[in-house]
């Protein structure tokens, strides 16, 4: 197949367009490297089946696919409070402009979509059937918001023009290739501890959150994309669920650092509790997680240690 994955330079698309090249077929990456980077993808340009595509979403295009993975939307809070606009833009004008594309080819689309959308969460753990608690005035509310209408564009676009979805709920993911400036905890626990400097916990560290590996992340993916009779919306992510002092802790043992925790202030409407039901995805996939945290967390602090020369 031919299939096109928007935000293919950043962290999760890059895995994601190494595993279906792996698989046989031809990619088309697109990005406008935001907070993406051609160093995700230089392992990939050798083959004749990739090609790269410098574009931004916002814009229509046009292009002959079987798949489009819908990835492109900064997905940290410090990038996508950068640029509020831009980020619902992307989440709203881009999905247009995607799902267009798709009615017009005839391409089946997949929407990254986010925890998020359940906002600070009054159900534990989250079901697909939760509607959530979303602040829509807030400072995370470009990117919860936005994809909200991202999945209501979805739906709306299978009812009234019958174009082939599926949506997947995506919960905070990690591994090699985050952005070192990409100010998630996972990026930002890790290079403090082997940099042996404070580890910055926000609030009193007792929020928790749940966190899957990538490579478990992108075969949920794949996995969504290909089943057949089933849109979802379905939850992927691993139920593993850590208060984020708790984190800090196991992060600075996996390190083997010698950094202390500080706790700075939380930020506004930061959600305290987040955990996936993926009940369904097992049920329509096949799917859980196979990864557990101290392994993948074990492989993202070496690859940090090597990329900051510590390895
Ligand atoms: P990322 O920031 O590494 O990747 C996003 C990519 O999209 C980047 O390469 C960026 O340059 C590109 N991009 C942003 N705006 C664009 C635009 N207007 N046009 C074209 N390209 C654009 O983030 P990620 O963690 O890889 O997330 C990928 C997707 O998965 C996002 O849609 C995100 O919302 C979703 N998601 C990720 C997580 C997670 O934990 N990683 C959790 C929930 C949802
Ligand atoms: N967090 C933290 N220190 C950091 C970065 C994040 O304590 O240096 C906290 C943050 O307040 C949140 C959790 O870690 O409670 C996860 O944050 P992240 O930005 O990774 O993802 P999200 O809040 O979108 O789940």
Not at 99 to 125: C, F, N, W
Not at 176 to 190: K, L, Q, T
Not at 195 to 207: A, K, P
Request: charged content about 20%; proline content about 5%.
């Amino acid at each position: 197949m031919r299939i096109l994955v928007t935000g293919g330079a950043g962290f999760l698309g890059s895995h994601l367009c190494g595993r279906l090249l792996d698989e046989g077929h031809d990619i088309i990456c697109l990005d406008n490297f935001f907070t993406g980077s051609k160093d995700n993808i230089i392992h990939l340009m050798d083959s004749h089946r990739f090609e790269l595509v410098r574009h931004d979403i916002t814009e229509p295009l046009l292009l002959e696919v079987d798949r489009i993975y819908n990835l492109a939307c900064p997905a940290s809070p410090v990038h996508y409070q950068y640029n509020p606009v831009k980020t619902i833009k992307t989440s709203v004008m881009g999905t247009i402009n995607m799902l267009g594309m798709a009615k017009r080819v005839k391409a089946r689309i997949l929407q990254a979509s986010t925890s998020e959308v359940y906002g600070d969460p009054q159900v534990h753990p989250q079901t697909e059937g939760y509607w959530g608690n979303v602040n829509p005035i807030g400072i995370r509310s470009c990117y919860d918001e936005g994809k909200r209408v991202a999945e209501t564009l979805m739906m709306d676009y299978h009812r009234q023009n019958s174009v082939d979805i599926r949506i997947v709920r995506i919960f905070n993911t990690y591994g090699p290739r985050m952005a070192e400036n990409d100010g998630r905890v996972v990026s930002n626990f890790i290079l403090q501890a082997l940099r042996n400097e404070e580890i910055t916990v926000y609030g009193d560290g007792s929020q928790t959150r749940s966190f899957c590996y990538v490579s478990d992340l992108v075969d949920g993916m794949i996995r969504m994309m290909e089943c057949d009779n089933f849109i979802g919306p379905v939850n992927l992510g691993n139920p593993d669920e850590n208060s984020i002092l708790e984190f800090a802790e196991k992060i600075i043992t996996i390190a083997n650092s010698s950094s202390r925790i500080i706790f700075k202030p939380l930020p506004q409407d930061d959600p305290k509790q987040r955990q996936p039901d993926i009940s369904l995805a097992g049920y329509k996939l096949g799917w859980k997680p196979q990864v557990a945290l101290d392994a993948g967390l074990g492989t993202t602090t070496r690859y940090f240690a090597a990329r900051i020369g510590k390895g």
